[in-house]
């Protein structure tokens, strides 16, 4: 159950003042953030008076967020979430923003920090951010009625102030953490956030009486009692642990599938993989959502998976094909989909595979479709299958280099490719081959 996140450890190139000049929205992001977050947190901590009961509260309850934030799983689209929220909102529900906030910072410090090896700067901006998050559901709670347990003597939590508490922390960590991996990703936030956390409110609002019942046990009988209300979490932790691992099986089989294809033809190693990196590379510079780049992948992966049909002879044939057995080789696309079609997993991406032959003038097959009637993963496929066709090595022809495959693309465009395409695809490939280039 998803219910904190932080960023990933690769999410910045490698030091925040190095960053390129397009990451500077991100990078500036990440600061603004960061600053607000722990100034809040400090200004708020002064004016707060430790007593000896609060002092013992802060180090248990932290101490807790420590180690159920040594348990992340990660998102779909990066980042991580762990299962610290009962454990925060508990401790925020007993005494308040100031003591909630370090619990949280401390679990992102010493709990996920230290677990994943962060930088400095994403530790930094992890607690800044459950900083703002905590207070802003405190605030929350408290300003619609709510009183804090410890702090004001009471046996009874309302319910709507704690709705209103668990709605704000949800949509505050939730869009802080995917505005932060869309300026990252280059492509929206609010894709990004159906990506990682569609759906992840009804977990929080699952959990919420998890937390309730575990400051109740703390105010009313005492903090060993609590220890016992820590397995709920560990079997949240195990359910949707299971759910990213059935994930990654998920994309390993396709791989597999994929990868099977590519050891009948020699001269295709590996060329599942490339189309997947740059498929996605190109569909992010288009600003498509995160669900459909998720689906081109799979279709980039899988869009030679119909050459399974296809006889051995013809596709190990040294020279170039005769009329008749290119006519033959057409078919794969069909007999692409046609395999989707009987996987529900995969369904979705059975008409990119069809298309993806096309040609944006209305020239190509299976269907002569043109322009936007293509599936835009077909366009993408279309371009990214052909660069790395005129890059690649054949016994018939000598490979072409980079610039000289541009060009080829550049004079397709309009043609047999999509212009909008052609120009994400080379915006992405050069963007890589700099980046590989500064780290040669």
């Known amino acids: ?114 677990s994943r090896r962060l930088r400095p700067y994403q530790i930094i901006f992890n607690g800044g951010q459950l900083s703002l998050t905590v207070m802003g559901s405190a605030f929350a709670f408290y300003f619609s009625g709510g009183r804090f347990l410890a702090l004001h003597q009471q046996t009874g939590v309302p319910v709507l102030p704690v709705a209103y508490a668990v709605i704000t922390y949800f949509l505050a960590n939730s869009f802080a953490v995917s505005a932060a991996l869309g300026l990252q990703r280059h492509t929206s936030p609010w894709s990004m956030w159906l990506a990682n956390f569609k759906g992840a409110s009804p977990n929080y609002l699952a959990q919420a009486p998890l937390a309730i019942l575990m400051a109740l046990i703390y105010h009313l009988i005492g903090w060993w009692a609590v220890l016992f209300s820590l397995m709920p979490i560990y079997v949240g932790y195990n359910v949707f642990r299971l759910y990213s691992d059935i994930r990654q099986k998920h994309l390993s089989i396709i791989r597999a599938l994929a990868a099977a294809i590519e050891m009948r033809d020699p001269y295709t190693e590996a060329h599942s993989q490339r189309m997947a990196d740059y498929a996605v590379a190109t569909a992010r510079g288009l600003r498509i959502s995160i669900e459909e780049i998720e689906n081109i992948r799979y279709a980039a992966i899988l869009h030679d998976i119909g050459k399974i049909g296809i006889s051995d002879r013809i596709l190990r044939k040294p020279g170039p094909l005769t009329a008749t057995e290119y006519r033959v080789i057409q078919q794969h696309s069909r007999i692409g989909a046609e395999i989707l079609e009987e996987v529900e997993a995969l369904k979705n991406i059975s008409e990119v595979l069809y298309h993806h032959h096309e040609r944006y003038d209305g020239k190509g097959y299976p269907d002569g479709i043109k322009g936007d009637s293509i599936p835009i993963g077909a366009r993408i496929i279309c371009v990214i299958d052909a660069y790395d066709a005129m890059t690649s090595q054949r016994p018939y022809r000598l490979a072409l280099g980079h610039e000289r495959a541009i060009e080829e693309l550049r004079r397709g465009a309009n043609t047999q490719f999509d212009p909008g395409v052609v120009d994400a695809f080379i915006r992405a490939v050069e963007r890589d081959r700099r980046s590989a280039r500064k780290t040669a």
């Open 1 to 114: 159950m998803p219910v904190r996140t932080i960023i990933r450890k690769r999410i910045g190139q490698p030091v925040i003042l190095r960053l390129r000049r397009e990451q500077f929205g991100f990078s500036l992001y990440l600061a603004t953030v960061s600053v607000l977050g722990w100034v809040t947190l400090l200004w708020f901590t002064l004016q707060t008076a430790f007593e000896p009961q609060i002092l013992f509260a802060l180090l248990f309850w932290c101490a807790l967020a420590v180690v159920t934030e040594f348990l992340p799983v990660p998102l779909p689209q990066g980042g991580y979430v762990t299962l610290g929220f009962p454990i925060i909102f508990a401790a925020t529900l007993l005494f308040g923003p100031v003591v909630g906030s370090w619990v949280a910072v401390s679990g992102a410090v010493l709990g996920v920090g230290w």
